[in-house]
């Protein structure tokens, strides 16, 4: 398959978008209030799960989905999100948007690997 580059113009197109886009993307900080943190930690977990998925498919055509639910497992991160959203302080508010935001890009590119199943 050989690498993807961010210049270039390939069959992936919107799947090479996603994937440059997460990786360029800052990663969120982190919150002294420990439940908000608590949901760092597991965002920090997804990150992980969705690098070591994609890395290898980009940088050597290693095709193999996670071994979890990715996409299921963002989602339920953004509901715990914005169920500690509505209580939370107007810092902590700036840091939830953020992550249901970063877990939200996760997911596209997850999404955008995905749909490069080989056929």
Known sequence: MGRLFRSGIDSQGSFTHAYWTW???SFPLGSPTDAVDELHAD?????????ETLIPFVEDGVYEPAKVDVSGELQALRDRARALRDS?????KGLLN??????RLLEVAYEGFLAQAPR
């Open 23 to 25: 990786r360029e993307q």
């Open 88 to 92: 939370s302080s107007k810092s902590d």
């Open 98 to 103: 953020a992550y249901i935001e970063y877990s």
């Open 43 to 51: 965002l920090v977990l997804a990150d992980a799960w969705v690098a």
